[in-house]
């Protein structure tokens, strides 16, 4: 007599039988797991026969029968294969010559496949070569490097929409420009042309000037006078130098300079306006070179002022001889001032 199971429950089973095919592709993605790319440099390098050896001495086929096998190009299996015996000149796996179709050995990691794979024929090139150079240079895959060359829309849209990348793109042009001139000449076109660029550029020129200011007394312990003459510093003001120069130096790359610079220009130039009129000698020769400067610039305009190589009737006006009267009065006047105060000098008496 048969038991019939309470309504609405299921009747007990076991386990589903585990299917042949799930099985196979859970051990084929645990051997790719464990060994990467060396899974299938393995089914190349025991299934496709070396250089040089014919049909007649091995079971193995050639690049493109092996392609034909596969769907894929002969190309993809070369890679796989000079892969392979890039690996087997290092001593990591066997040579080709060593393994027959089917055979099994151990694998290296699959991270090390990496080092010895290059996925795209363009490593091959001119171009290829440097990028890889360079990637390893930097410490990252070849492959990483030459996956970005080869699609720049791509990234052209990380920069543009990640500021990490944007910065690190910036600091690689930085660097390039350097033995580029070509680049140096498209980059400094493209900002004069760019009118945000511009006033950005003039604005960091401005700022890295008055720091140059402020660390050339700091450095050299000599100010320049308003007037151009060139002399010591006062301790006090070399110090005062010394202390705004190392705020400016334990700024951080992104913070905007602009302001502190500003700041540190202003501060340094009323203290060498207040230096030079606290000393009498110094304010003396400040004066005195001055004078000299702007006479030597008014000597130079009036000298440009010929009629050597033109009628003067041609452009004569009425306001041009009475300026040049007041001028003279002017110029009168000051010889008068200099020859007094040379007449009540000490000599005088």
């Not at 592709?25 to 051997?31: Q, S, Y």
């Not at 543009?160 to 498209?186: F, V």
């Not at 002399?231 to 120069?245: I, K, S």
């Not at 004078?291 to 440009?304: G, I, K, M, N, W």
Request: aromatic residues 6%.
């Amino acid at each position: 007599m048969s038991v019939e199971p309470p309504a609405g429950t299921l009747p007990a089973t076991g386990p589903a039988p585990l299917s042949d095919l799930v099985a196979r592709d859970a051990r084929e993605f645990g051997v790719y797991a464990r060994t990467g790319g060396w899974a299938f440099g393995l089914m190349v390098a025991r299934s496709v026969r070396p250089g040089g050896q014919s049909a007649d001495e091995t079971p193995k086929v050639s690049a493109k029968e092996f392609a034909e096998l596969a769907g894929c190009s002969p190309e993809r299996v070369m890679r796989y294969y000079k892969a392979w015996d890039r690996a087997a000149d290092d001593g990591l796996v066997p040579h080709f010559e060593e393994l027959a179709p089917g055979q099994e050995v151990e694998l290296p990691d699959a991270e090390v496949w990496l080092a010895y794979y290059v996925s795209r024929s363009s490593a091959a090139s001119e171009r290829g070569t440097a990028i890889a150079e360079a990637a390893e240079a930097e410490g990252i895959r070849p492959t990483k490097a030459l996956e970005v060359a080869e699609n720049p829309t791509a990234l052209r849209a990380a920069i543009l929409a990640d500021p990490s990348t944007a910065r690190a793109a910036r600091a690689a042009l930085l660097d390039r420009i350097k033995e580029d001139p070509d680049l140096q000449t498209e980059l400094a076109r493209d900002v004069v042309r760019t009118d945000d660029l511009k006033k950005a550029v003039a604005s960091e020129s401005r700022s890295a000037d008055r720091i140059g200011y402020v660390r050339q007394i700091a450095e050299s312990g000599q100010i320049k006078t308003p007037a151009g003459q060139t002399v010591d510093a006062p301790v006090e003001l070399r110090q005062e130098a010394e202390r705004h120069l190392s705020l400016l130096d334990e700024l951080d790359d992104d913070e905007d300079s602009g302001e502190w610079a500003s700041e540190a220009y202003d501060t340094m130039k009323s203290l060498v306006v207040e230096t030079v009129e606290a000393d009498p000698e110094l304010r003396v020769q400040e004066r005195r070179t001055k004078f000299y400067s702007s006479l030597q610039r008014a000597t130079r305009v009036f000298e440009e002022l010929t009629f050597d190589d033109v009628d003067a009737q041609e452009f004569y006006e009425d306001d041009m001889v009475q300026q040049l009267e007041e001028l003279q009065q002017a110029i009168g006047s000051c010889i008068a001032a200099l020859r007094g105060a040379r007449g009540a000098g000490p000599e005088a008496g």
